[in-house]
């Protein structure tokens, strides 16, 4: 499969906003207005984009209005809010190049969109993500993941019967329940974490990281001549998840369960397994502690997480039921029990029965049951259950034991780090964690 050339891609900037503003740096183009530069500010005006420059000139349009940047040209837009509805949300004036457009959301909502090729959009990315001081086989793995899952999903965009829907099935007794990339119409990916983290030309590119993005170009996972959906997660905790577990229920090849380390070991199958697996300290590439590997692996934001590969929590009885309340907005009375009903090959839970005195409930799938069981969402939904109870047979506390960090399908972010450390390539990293793919370049 060869795409004709690099591809444009539309990254949604701004999508909330009753007015924006900004300035060019260098000269922009439109088709009717010519070459325009210096401040503007643009809000929807009786259903129309109204869009002032120089000394309160105007463009109006009722659907978009499209800006081409010219050679070095650079926009700026102000009080772009970042790190939305996080504890680090604040506001900055971000830097783009490319084409800037507008486009009408809804009535007086305005959205900024930007229009780069694929290849400066990975640099933005793989810099704001990754920690720059990270391995160069990782940064190279992580550029072909990147890019992989970008085209996979711009490529399933067009499709009618699509995999990756969020969907909720709901009766009685059972809700199952994922979230897909949630297609945007406006433009093809978010600025946000939702898709993938892009700032622009905001922050320092880093070397490195256009090093990994230049010396990849083009390349992409394939199986059987079509692009990999390449999944990742954190850290799966020493074996990789199905992709079943997480989402639709259909078994893909490159994305089923395999062990993460030089010890092959058999996928998860019973409660016992999972209990000895979760209390074991196996030989696996995401099992570091080393403090001063992770700090070159993960950017600042996640480094507060550091028992990752084996952890626990516990809850009394009655902060559980208030967070459960909370989170499903469903009352279970005095819970008794919460018991896993399926696990996936690493032992992520996808099925999970929740018991008290006025409901039970069976919930899937792995990121509902992580909502579900915390304030902000559990590390992971491979894990067992201990209740301690008190001398009438009542729970006084629930403990969940777990293992790994994310959904755990694909790629293991950590684990991938650390291979790329001990001298494997990025071609057998990516073959490690993607079985039976083949690395093409297609562009
Ligand atoms: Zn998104
Ligand atoms: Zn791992």
């Known amino acids: 499969m060869v795409i004709k050339g690099e591809p444009n891609i539309t990254v949604g900037i701004l999508d909330n906003m009753p007015q924006v503003a900004g300035n060019f740096k260098g000269n922009f183009y439109n088709d009717y207005y010519g070459s325009i530069s210096g401040k503007f500010s643009a809000k929807i005006v009786e259903g129309k984009i109204l869009f002032t420059y120089r000394n309160n000139r105007q463009i109006s349009s009722s659907r978009e209005i499209k ?24 506001k900055e004036t971000q830097i783009f190049k490319g084409n800037m457009i507008l486009k009408v959301r809804r009535k007086g ?5 930007n229009e780069i090729p694929l290849e400066d959009y990975l640099i933005s990315v793989i810099s704001s993500e990754m920690n720059s001081s990270a391995p160069e086989e990782f940064l190279k793995t992580h550029a072909i993941v990147s890019r992989s899952w970008l085209l996979a999903s711009l490529l399933e965009k067009n499709k009618k019967h699509t995999l990756s829907k969020s969907k909720k099935i709901i009766s009685n007794k059972e809700i199952a329940r994922w ?11 978010c600025a946000d974490d939702h898709c993938q ?40 905790g020493g074996f990789t998840e199905d992709f079943k577990t997480a989402w639709a229920n259909k078994r893909i090849p490159y994305l089923t369960g395999i062990s993460d380390g030089p010890i092959q070991r058999s996928p998860i199958k019973t409660e016992k397994d999972t209990i000895n697996w979760i209390q074991s300290k196996p030989h ?17 934001s996640d480094r507060k997480t550091q028992n990752f590969f084996r952890w626990k929590v516990t809850y009394t009885r009655e902060e559980l039921e208030n967070i459960i309340k909370k989170k499903s907005g469903l009352d ?10 399926q696990r996936g090959s690493s032992g992520r839970i996808f099925r999970l029965r929740i018991a008290g005195s006025k409901k039970s409930i069976v919930i899937g799938k792995e990121l509902e049951i992580r909502r579900w069981l915390s304030p902000t969402h559990l590390l992971s939904s491979a894990f067992f259950v201990t209740a301690k109870k008190d001398h009438r047979g009542e729970v006084k506390s629930f403990t969940f034991h777990g293992a790994g960090w994310g959904h755990g399908v694909g790629l293991c972010q950590i684990g991938a780090a650390v291979m790329a450390y001990r001298g494997f390539s990025a071609d057998k990293i990516l073959k490690h964690y993607f079985k039976g793919i083949k690395i093409q370049k297609i562009y």
């Open 284 to 300: 696996a590439y995401c099992n570091v502690h080393n403090k001063n590997l992770l700090k070159k692996i993960l950017p600042d």
């Open 332 to 341: 279970f009375g005095k819970l008794k029990h919460v018991t896993p009903l």
């Open 197 to 236: 983290r892009y700032h622009g030309l905001t922050k320092k590119i880093s070397y490195k990281a256009q090093k990994a993005v230049q010396e990849t170009r083009g390349l992409v996972a394939m199986y059987r001549n079509k692009i990999c959906d390449t999944r990742y997660s954190k850290a799966c």
């Open 179 to 189: 979230y897909g990339r949630e297609d945007h119409d406006l433009f093809d990916v």
């Open 109 to 113: 909502i305005i959205a900024v969109i």
């Open 67 to 90: 800006f081409t940047g010219g050679h070095k040209a650079t926009f700026q837009l102000f009080d772009v809010t970042v790190g939305s509805s996080f504890h680090w949300e604040r």
